[in-house]
């Protein structure tokens, strides 16, 4: 059944509430937090809304909020990841992998940087039941 528009908005506010507890309004990690948030809500389509996996998410980073423990440490570790990735994204050397001048391996290295550790949270997701 899909989700209607009131339970994807407390998602996202719970969600969103959680994140930045959990970062301890650290300037920026909030903003990592906010935009990866607004990305992920808006691209995704209804059917993938799963509040199991959401209220997991909102365990953990309950969990995260409340002591300085290891999912204190995972998020502080996760969010500085993804905001060295959008400056990355947003350097000059990033964007000239999309020039010619490059060899095929080193281009393809320097795009595919960060998949290790998408795969790496797709695990964590998996076996915990989140959606981080």
């Known amino acids: 059944m899909s989700p209607t528009d009131r339970e994807i908005v407390r998602a996202y506010r719970q969600l969103y509430t959680w994140s930045l507890r959990a970062v301890q309004f650290s300037k920026p990690a909030r903003f990592t937090v906010r935009d990866r948030l607004r990305r992920i809500f808006r691209a995704n389509d209804r059917v993938s809304f799963d509040q199991r996996r959401i209220d997991n998410t909102i365990e953990f980073l ?27 994204r947003q350097s000059d050397r990033y964007l000239n992998t999309w020039k010619s001048n490059k060899g095929r391996e080193e281009t393809r290295i320097l795009r595919t940087a960060y998949d290790p550790f998408y795969h790496k949270i797709r695990m964590l997701n998996e076996t915990m039941g989140m959606c981080i």
């Open 62 to 88: 309950q969990g995260a909020a409340r002591e300085k423990g290891l999912e204190h440490r995972i998020v502080k570790g996760l969010t500085h990841v993804w905001w060295a990735e959008s400056r990355w």
